[in-house]
């Protein structure tokens, strides 16, 4: 299947999926990755702010900043490239074109100084194949990240093998979390 049919297909599946269904789903992500070795080893933890489709990624904020995790949150900029902020009480979020969250200020934190990295997508597979959203900014961003990587699948975005091309620059995370 072509990536932007299936994308729209993935995208059209959350929307439907039933508010319990996708609560409990998500309960159950949230605490497969609070119990992670991943989790458990990271200081430092850089998640997306999700949007309305996407898994909600308020309480994994807020578990990392009960934890003392430092918390970092994405800024793009030209060129499809992106870099990571400390989410603090000075820096202040805007909507970017995506219609994403994003800090408008402060300063990034060099890649080395990232534990886990909680990487965004539409699909994934147990070997961590992963369909992003298209811009390719984690695939950029990854390519020379050495910490984890971990994604969190609702049942809607988890395939037992891709249904998509997998090109070369994609960038596999290195644990997929299911609900299931």
Do not use: C
Request: hydrophobic share 40%.
């Amino acid at each position: 299947m072509k990536k932007k049919a299936l994308r729209e297909q993935i995208i059209a599946n959350l929307v439907a999926l039933a508010p319990d269904v996708r609560q409990f789903q998500a309960d159950e992500l949230y605490q497969r990755l609070f119990a992670s070795h991943a989790w458990n080893t990271s200081h430092t933890v850089a998640v997306t702010m999700s949007t309305a489709t996407e898994l909600d990624t308020k309480p994994i904020i807020e578990a990392a900043q009960q934890a003392d995790k430092r918390v970092l949150v994405p800024r793009t900029f030209s060129g499809r490239q992106m870099e990571f902020v400390p989410m603090t009480d000075a820096v202040r979020l805007e909507a970017s074109e995506y219609g994403i969250q994003e800090p408008i200020n402060g300063n990034a934190t060099v890649k080395s100084g990232i534990d886990l990295i909680v990487v965004p997508g539409l699909a994934f597979t147990p070997e961590g194949d992963r369909l992003g959203f298209g811009g390719g900014y984690y695939d950029r961003y990854l390519a020379d990240y050495s910490g984890q990587t971990v994604s969190l699948a609702l049942d809607a975005q988890y395939f037992d093998t891709p249904e998509w091309t997998v090109n070369e620059h994609d960038i596999k995370v290195q644990q997929v979390i299911t609900a299931h």
